[in-house]
């Protein structure tokens, strides 16, 4: 990135305009508001944006659960697609189910703004060390 930015934030992030709601320890809430980026060829929301939508909620919620000095990757998230959506909002709800000591699981919804149910997930994370940095930010073995 150019520029210093606050953790949990990104490119893909700003791009979607997706917004992290605080819904407390465990659960991560991701937000967009669809517009014409967020279409596939059939004028309905992608595929890919509730993935990302989906993802980064999950992270969110294991994040939240970790302790300091540790950190999460997506192992494997399962995405299935219940109706298209085409405007207004999406908010993506993830949930921790259980966190184990390498692995968190979670499961995910997302709705439109009318509360009808877009998609549902279920997501495996890894638990992470983070790794010491030298001054130049690099990983020290």
Known sequence: MDEA????????????????AEAGS?????????AEQHQN?????????????VDTAMGKATMDVLDDGR??????VQ?????????????AEATVLKKG????????RVVDDQKRLIA???????????????AEGRPVS
């Open 71 to 76: 950190f999460c990757a997506s192992v494997d």
């Open 5 to 20: 930015t606050e953790y949990g934030d990104f490119p893909l992030k700003r791009y979607l305009g997706m917004e992290m």
């Open 120 to 134: 549902t997930a279920a997501g495996t994370f890894a638990i992470i060390d983070m790794p010491s940095l030298s």
């Open 101 to 108: 000591r390498s692995v968190v699981h979670l499961e995910a």
């Open 41 to 53: 060829p059939n004028g309905v929301a992608h595929g890919a944006v509730l993935f990302a939508m």
């Open 79 to 91: 995405l299935r697609f219940i109706r298209p959506a085409s405007s207004g909002w999406l908010e």
């Open 26 to 34: 465990g659960v991560g809430i991701a937000r967009v508001e669809l």
